[in-house]
Nanobody
Framework: QVQLVESGGGSVQAGGSLRLSCAASGRTFNNYNMGWFRQGPGKEREFVARISWNGAMTNYADSVKGRFTISRDNAKNTVYLQMNSLKPEDTAVYYC?????????????WGQGTQVTVSS
């Protein structure tokens, strides 16, 4: 299995930027597609972005498209989420997750989350 640890969260004013990191340990990192999810106060967890095992394919939620960028460095076993033009509605706990590339997309491994707070 793989262990995931997020970092880089914090408090920022609207319009600001943050970069989240998710460091993986355990099994070979490029065996996994990776995703970012978030859960805002009083809300259900929602998909934010995902990236294929080799970085060739990315997908984004409509709410973050054009503002957030997901990337990965397989040599460093790390996936990133660059967040620009942040809005108060981006306030949430952000989680990274690993999908072991089985037939069905399923995120089997999750980090503990990092808090992002955006003030107006």
């Amino acid at each position: 299995q793989v262990q995931l640890v997020e970092s880089g969260g914090g408090s920022v004013q609207a319009g600001g930027s943050l970069r989240l990191s998710c460091a993986a340990s355990g099994r070979t990192f490029n065996n996994y597609n990776m995703g970012w999810f978030r859960q805002g106060p009083g809300k259900e967890r929602e998909f934010v972005a995902r990236i294929s095992w080799n970085g060739a394919m990315t997908n984004y939620a409509d709410s973050v498209k054009g503002r957030f960028t997901i990337s990965r460095d397989n040599a460093k076993n790390t996936v990133y989420l660059q967040m620009n033009s942040l809005k108060p509605e981006d306030t949430a706990v952000y989680y990274c997750a690993a999908d072991p590339r089985n037939v069905v997309v399923k995120y089997d491994y999750w980090g503990q989350g990092t808090q992002v707070t955006v003030s107006s």
